[in-house]
Structures are given as C-alpha cells and as structure tokens.
C-alpha cells in the first residue's frame, strides 16, 4: 500500500512524498517524472529527502529523481540492524531493485558517502555513477565538533538527556549562505525527535570499524565518482574528500566555497557538477 502525503513549504517545493514498503520498513521517497536516465537520492543526515528542495528541479529535468529518506533518517522507519556503511550499502541495492531502477545514477552525500560506496564496491556495474561528499570517509578519522564527539563517546548516555530538536537545530547551523524555510526546518526538526536522534547515530559510530574496511575496496571500485566538499565545513573537513579522490580510480572532487551542506548552501553549483558527472557517466555508456 502506498500513503500518499503532500507538503506545504515557503519555499514552494516541487517534492511531494509518499511511503512504500520496503523490506518490511515504511520508506518515505519523492518521485519526479519519468527521464531515460534514473537517479537514486539518498537523505542527508540529520536532515531528510527535502534536503534537495534547492537542487530538484534543476536534476529533475535531466533524470527520473528518486529521493529517499534512509531508514532511521528523515522519515523513514529505522531497523537496527541497517545503521552502518556497509549494512546500508545494501539496503540501496535493494532500493534500486524496489523502484525497478536498473543502472541508476545515486547521489548520497554525508551518510549517504558511505553507503553509496559500499554500494558500489560490493555491486560491480549496479551503480551507473555516484556523486558523494561531506561524509566521513578518512583513516584516521578526521572530523570536527560534536560530530566526532558522536562518534568517539563510550556511549549514547549523555546525549539522550539533550531536547534532539536542539541537536538538530544546532547540526543545520552549519548551513552558511541559506536560512531553511520554516516548514523545511520543522521536517527536519521531527524527523529526529524521540530517541531517532540518538539511535541515528549508531551508523556513525560504526565508522572506526567499516572505514578501515572501505579505504580497501575503494582502489578496486570502477564506478565514476564526483566528491563535492564543502570548503567551510567543520564537521566533516575536505581532507575526508581528498582521502577517497587520491584511491579512487575514477574520481573528480570539487571544493564549493559552504559549509557542510553543500547542497543547500550552494545549490547550483551542485546541481551543475551534479548533471556534468551524469552526462560523463552516460556519453561512457553509449
């Protein structure tokens, strides 16, 4: 059964959202109109799918979209068992495989990064190409503030204590050069209360173990990949791009000048390399 929702933003988006069966989890995905290419986009964390409320039309008039919110994320239900890189690296497969999407392109930036590469690397020829970014990604690891705090904590205690509305709030003000319209911010600020804030981090902090395990397989993965960083971001410094340009044999990185969401706050520099990757990707494939 499908639920059919809408969404009602300042900013006048175009994404309207619905939840499918997945797995036996409710997904929340939006879905343009039908493209000869198809792009899987996966939520940033801690926001959701409308994290792409700046770059969809521009993407949706070169491919099909498929934006979903990763289960834990956004909207979407959560199974423990799914909170890392490489256990989430399937679950895209299995997204792809659900929407009937046969060689999609897949944007995954922040814990998309991971996932999508894991994807990629344990899926030979699945993924037509990737564009990732500020998601960790460097041995050792290198990230910044109370993101690797999150990481590197003993445990989850002493976060459970804090309001996860402020947790978020403080997360997305990363953003540098955009304010989030109302009804955005407020998606963002439920996708997480409760305990899905805290639980959200067990993915995180799955990356001391999986990353070494990544950083092995990236010299093998022949998938194209666009690493775009954002030159003012502190919680996942470039360095963490730098890492997967110089082992990943079919790469370009770009720098923006934003912070940490790149996606917003630089919209149509995203969009641009974004559908640059996916021409390259294609013109190859012909």
């Known amino acids: 059964m499908v639920h059919v929702t809408t969404f009602s933003s300042t900013s006048n988006s175009s994404i309207r959202t619905q939840f499918r069966d997945i797995d036996g989890l409710q997904i929340r995905y939006a879905e343009s109109e039908p493209r000869q290419a198809d792009a899987l986009l996966l939520s940033p964390w801690p926001?959701?799918?409308?994290?792409?409320?700046?770059?969809?039309?521009?993407?949706?008039?070169?491919?099909?979209?498929?934006?979903?919110?990763?289960?834990?994320?956004?909207?979407?239900?959560?199974?423990?068992?799914?909170?890392?890189?490489?256990?989430?690296?399937?679950?895209?497969?299995?997204?792809?495989?659900?929407?009937?999407?046969?060689?999609?392109?897949?944007?995954?930036?922040?814990?998309?990064?991971?996932a999508s590469l894991f994807a990629a690397?344990?899926?030979?020829?699945?993924?037509?190409?990737?564009?990732?970014?500020?998601?960790?990604?460097?041995?050792p690891l290198v990230l910044g503030g109370v993101l690797n705090d999150w990481v590197v904590a003993p445990d989850l205690d002493k976060f459970r204590t804090i309001d996860p509305r402020q947790i978020v709030a403080g997360a997305?003000?990363?953003?540098?050069?955009?304010?989030?319209?109302?009804?955005?911010?407020e998606d963002y600020l439920s996708s997480y209360e409760g305990d899905r804030m805290v639980e959200s981090m067990?993915?995180?902090?799955?990356?001391?173990e999986e990353l070494p395990v990544l950083r092995d397989l990236l010299p093998g993965t022949q998938t194209p990949v666009e690493i775009i960083a954002g030159g003012r971001d502190w919680a996942v410094p470039p360095v963490n791009g730098y890492f997967?340009?110089?082992?990943?044999?079919?790469?370009?990185?770009?720098?923006?000048?934003?912070?940490?969401?790149?996606?917003?706050?630089?919209?149509?520099?995203?969009?641009?390399?974004?559908?640059?990757?996916?021409?390259?990707?294609?013109?190859v494939g012909k």
Do not use: C
């Open 244 to 283: 997967l340009a110089d082992r990943l044999p079919n790469s370009k990185l770009d720098i923006l000048n934003a912070g940490h969401f790149t996606w917003e706050d630089a919209p149509d520099d995203y969009a641009r390399l974004t559908i640059d990757w996916w021409q390259q990707a294609e013109a």
């Open 172 to 185: 997305v003000a990363g953003l540098v050069f955009y304010e989030l319209p109302d009804a955005v911010r």
């Open 47 to 114: 926001e959701s799918l409308f994290a792409f409320d700046r770059v969809w039309d521009q993407l949706a008039e070169h491919a099909h979209l498929v934006a979903v919110d990763l289960p834990g994320y956004g909207h979407s239900e959560r199974r423990d068992d799914l909170l890392s890189p490489a256990a989430m690296g399937e679950f895209v497969i299995r997204l792809a495989d659900a929407f009937g999407l046969d060689n999609p392109h897949v944007v995954g930036p922040d814990v998309g990064t991971g």
């Open 202 to 208: 067990r993915y995180v902090r799955r990356y001391p």
């Open 121 to 139: 690397a344990r899926h030979p020829g699945r993924l037509r190409s990737l564009v990732v970014g500020s998601g960790g990604a460097a041995i």
